[in-house]
């Protein structure tokens, strides 16, 4: 096929000489041909695919460095940093958003700089979700968003899959809307209340007519953030180094602990340490827990499943949260350690950075 001048090209390409000239010399796009005399460069029409990537790329305002690496990447990889990037820059949008309302307040004379300053925090995170090694489908589901993060594990058989999707479905009209400091708490409970009827109908439309799903989410507004939580999907804190469970396990095994009949390390190994005693079921009735934090700069929260908290030991959790790598970096670790213990279980996992503005 006929060389393009780069003219043709950058024409063809939506993209100015310019521009060509430096992907260039950054080793993005190099010309198919370069004449030896003139210098003038040209491109084969089979280049325009990665040229238009790049285009796209930059446009999203992404660094020239990381659509290099990009761009390297097979289809599906590629899509997965696009989308690591985006969840990033929504993330860091929220936060200029508060920054932009609290000086909108605090010019105005609405607001207080060092009270309202001391507010303002946002969070960085990252999401996932994988089967397990010996697992022949994946019922867990996790979520995070600038206000939402959510971890939920369906119970296997008939529903269990639709029953996390839908719970997490239920709270996410969370994330389009600012709820005050003051109503978190009702918002989660409302919230989990429509996620066990929208479960109700799930499971009327089974055979076994059972769909039951875990639930552990956080919903945020400044440095406010509230938790529900039911069954044994957990969440944990990573504060100046220490890690604390924030999350009491609603199971069997965890009430005979509870009672003093069994020890943590019995518990551990014991036969029926998966049986939930609490759980969202779609029967109504539901007993989430309920509570309120107050975060600080420099927190790091871990939601997971228990496909990660059981082969994994809680002070190996507390070795990779501690890490200098962002939430993306975090997930990579936490998710290899657990198929390096066998991922008996599928995994589910989301870890999210408080930030100050």
């Given at each position: 096929?006929?060389?393009?001048?780069?003219?043709?090209?950058?024409?063809?390409?939506?993209?100015?000489?310019?521009?060509?000239?430096?992907?260039?010399?950054?080793?993005?796009?190099?010309?198919?041909?370069?004449?030896?005399?003139?210098?003038?460069?040209?491109?084969?029409?089979?280049?325009?695919?990665?040229?238009?990537?790049?285009?796209?790329?930059?446009?999203?305002?992404?660094?020239?460095?990381?659509?290099?690496?990009?761009?390297?990447?097979?289809?599906?990889?590629?899509?997965?940093?696009?989308?690591?990037?985006?969840?990033?820059?929504?993330?860091?949008?929220?936060?200029?958003?508060?920054?932009?309302?609290?000086?909108?307040?605090?010019?105005?004379?609405?607001?207080?700089?060092?009270?309202?300053?001391?507010?303002?925090?946002?969070?960085?995170?990252?999401?996932?979700?994988?089967?397990?090694?010996?697992?022949?489908?994946?019922?867990?589901?996790?979520?995070?968003?600038?206000?939402?993060?959510?971890?939920?594990?369906?119970?296997?058989?008939?529903?269990?899959?639709?029953?996390?999707?839908?719970?997490?479905?239920?709270?996410?009209?969370?994330?389009?809307?600012?709820?005050?400091?003051?109503?978190?708490?009702?918002?989660?409970?409302?919230?989990?209340?429509?996620?066990?009827?929208?479960?109700?109908?799930?499971?009327?439309?089974?055979?076994?007519?059972?769909?039951?799903?875990?639930?552990t989410a956080m919903l945020?507004?400044?440095?406010?953030?509230?938790?529900?939580?039911?069954?044994?999907?957990?969440?944990?804190?990573?504060?100046?180094?220490?890690?604390?469970?924030?999350?009491?396990?609603?199971?069997?095994?965890?009430a005979l602990v509870d009672?003093?009949?069994?020890s943590p390390e019995e518990?551990?190994?014991?036969?029926?340490?998966?049986?939930?005693?609490?759980?969202?079921?779609?029967?109504?009735?539901?007993?989430?827990?309920?509570?309120?934090?107050?975060?600080?700069?420099?927190?790091?929260?871990?939601?997971?499943?228990?496909?990660?908290?059981?082969?994994?030991?809680?002070?190996?959790?507390?070795?990779?949260?501690?890490?200098?790598?962002?939430?993306?970096?975090?997930?990579?670790?936490?998710?290899?350690?657990?198929?390096?213990?066998?991922?008996?279980?599928?995994?589910?996992?989301?870890?999210?950075?408080?930030?100050?503005?």
């Open positions: 096929m006929e060389l393009l001048t780069i003219g043709a090209f950058a024409r063809a390409a939506r993209l100015s000489p310019k521009a060509l000239r430096l992907y260039d010399e950054l080793g993005l796009l190099r010309p198919a041909a370069v004449d030896g005399e003139s210098g003038y460069r040209f491109y084969d029409p089979a280049q325009l695919e990665r040229a238009r990537l790049i285009a796209w790329l930059r446009r999203l305002g992404m660094p020239l460095a990381r659509v290099r690496q990009v761009c390297d990447l097979e289809p599906k990889a590629a899509a997965e940093q696009v989308a690591d990037y985006w969840a990033q820059v929504v993330a860091d949008t929220a936060v200029r958003e508060q920054l932009a309302t609290f000086l909108v307040d605090y010019l105005s004379g609405r607001g207080s700089a060092v009270e309202d300053a001391r507010s303002m925090a946002g969070i960085r995170y990252a999401a996932r979700s994988e089967s397990g090694l010996v697992r022949t489908s994946n019922e867990d589901t996790a979520y995070a968003g600038t206000r939402l993060l959510a971890v939920a594990d369906g119970v296997r058989g008939p529903g269990g899959n639709l029953a996390s999707a839908a719970a997490i479905e239920a709270l996410k009209p969370l994330e389009a809307k600012a709820v005050p400091a003051g109503d978190l708490l009702g918002a989660l409970a409302d919230a989990v209340h429509h996620a066990d009827r929208a479960i109700q109908d799930i499971a009327e439309s089974t055979l076994s007519g059972e769909a039951v799903t875990t639930l945020w507004s400044g440095s406010q953030l509230a938790l529900v939580h039911i069954g044994d999907t957990r969440a944990y804190l990573l504060r100046d180094g220490e890690i604390f469970q924030i999350t009491h396990d609603h199971t069997y095994v965890q009672e003093g009949r069994l518990a551990a190994s014991h036969p029926q340490r998966s049986l939930l005693v609490r759980a969202l079921a779609g029967r109504g009735g539901a007993q989430p827990d309920l509570s309120l934090h107050t975060a600080a700069a420099g927190d790091r929260y871990l939601l997971c499943s228990d496909g990660l908290s059981t082969v994994v030991p809680t002070e190996s959790l507390r070795a990779v949260l501690s890490g200098t790598g962002g939430p993306e970096q975090v997930l990579d670790e936490l998710v290899k350690q657990a198929y390096a213990a066998g991922a008996p279980d599928n995994v589910a996992c989301v870890v999210a950075d408080v930030v100050t503005l």
